[in-house]
C-alpha cells in the first residue's frame, strides 16, 4: 500500500501562487506515476498533471505554462507549484499515485482563489 499526505492549499487571489506537496511512504523509485487532480464543486475529478518513472510529464491544457509538476526523490515527494493561478483553479486537490497497478489517493487540499 502507499499513504498520501498533501499539503499547501489554501486561499489565494487570482495571479497569485501556491505550492502543493505530497508525501508518500513509499520509495519514488518503486512508484510508477505521481499525479495531481483536482474536483471543481458539481463538476468530476480531473487531471491536472502527472509525472511517469523516466520523468514523462503530462499537464492539462488549461493549467500548461502555469503550473509545474515536479519529485524530490530524497523526500518522497511530488510537488504541483501553481503559477498565476485563476479563479478556476478553485477546488479539491488530490494527489494519486499508481503502485503496482492500484491507484491510491490524498485525502486532498483545498484551493480557492478569489477574483
Known amino acids: 500500500q502507499v499513504q498520501l499526505v498533501e499539503s499547501g492549499g489554501g486561499l489565494v487571489q487570482a495571479g497569485g501562487s501556491l505550492r502543493l506537496s505530497c508525501a508518500t511512504s513509499?520509495?519514488?523509485?518503486?512508484?510508477?506515476?505521481m499525479g495531481w487532480y483536482r474536483q471543481a464543486p458539481g463538476k468530476e475529478r480531473e487531471l491536472v498533471a502527472d509525472?511517469?518513472?523516466?520523468?514523462?510529464?503530462n499537464y492539462a491544457d488549461s493549467v500548461k505554462g502555469r503550473f509545474t509538476i515536479s519529485i524530490d526523490i530524497a523526500k518522497n515527494t511530488v510537488s504541483l507549484q501553481m503559477n498565476t493561478l485563476k479563479p478556476e483553479d478553485t477546488g479539491v486537490y488530490y494527489c494519486?499515485?499508481?503502485?503496482?497497478?492500484?491507484?491510491?489517493w490524498g485525502q486532498g487540499t483545498q484551493v480557492t482563489v478569489s477574483s
Open positions: 513509499r520509495s519514488m523509485f518503486s512508484i510508477n506515476t
Open positions: 494519486k499515485a499508481r503502485y503496482l497497478d492500484v491507484d491510491y
Open positions: 509525472i511517469h518513472s523516466g520523468g514523462i510529464t
